[in-house]
């Protein structure tokens, strides 16, 4: 049976589901655990969504996104824990308390570096996002899709192919994007609310930042930081940097982009990293036992933010090398 009849089966068999993925959740993760929400509810089943961290502002126009709940609030009774978009149980943060009593989980995924920590696993790193999978449980369940749920699939695909411009885009991401927009969604108007939507407290994060970019001696590498100092100083939070990373990646002739930022922890710096070309961020993101896909990949590191960007860059540069 594959993964996907896998999945299918556990939600023919089950009443009482909760949904949830990674932290710091981004356009994926949401527009994915929402219309899986809603093909739940649907199906006349009980399905609850609980994330560690709070939906950004950027993506509060997305339908039901204001019944998502943080933290540990959940009472209810629980059969299923679904999560999505995330590659192992530490990033769902502090969800994981959820797993627990006998409850099964299912992972529906599509990081290579997955380490299926599931019952139920589905894990296909050739599928655009996440939002791309739950649009073929639609599909294969026969379950109708109206604007709303379109919209939550339309925007997932969306942000993580970098608005159809990543390397995870195929013939299939544009055919499903084609049908999407028959449910009578306005690309322009979807656009604009995930992009164009800024804060000028973001704005002023973002001009620190792009004041930090540095570019090795052979061009190939661009990186830049944002430490806890920034965002005190701007007023924005962590939760608002989506994209900051692509400024980096947009210069000519890089080949690898990364953005060091400090965490809330103390000598813990998490590394976002982007490639264009053959270079496989997620063999330099699994290094510091982090993860991902081949173009995008993440880690955190101990140490300084300088100490960070010392040890990241030596791997870096042997992998572009």
Known sequence: MSGLSRVIDVLNRYNRFLITTHKDPEGDSLGSQLALWRLISNLGKTAYMANQDPVPTMYKFLPWSDNIITGQGLKEEIDVILVLDSPNKERIGNIADYITGGRIVVTIDHH???DKFGDVNWVNPKASAAGEMVYRIFKRMDMPFGREEALCIYVAILTDT????YSNTTHATHRIASELLRCGLNPQEIASSVYETKSPQVLRLLSSALSTIKISDDGKIAWMRLTNEM???????SNEIEGFVDYPR??????VALLFRETSKENQIKVSMRSKGEANVNNIASDFG???????SGCLVNGSIDEAER???ERVRREVQ
């Open 112 to 114: 290579i570096s997955n």
């Open 162 to 165: 970098g608005s159809f411009r």
């Open 231 to 237: 965002f005190k100083s701007s007023g924005a939070s």
């Open 250 to 255: 947009s210069l000519g002739g890089v080949k």
């Open 290 to 296: 982090g993860g991902g896909h081949k173009a995008a």
């Open 311 to 313: 040890a990241v860059l």
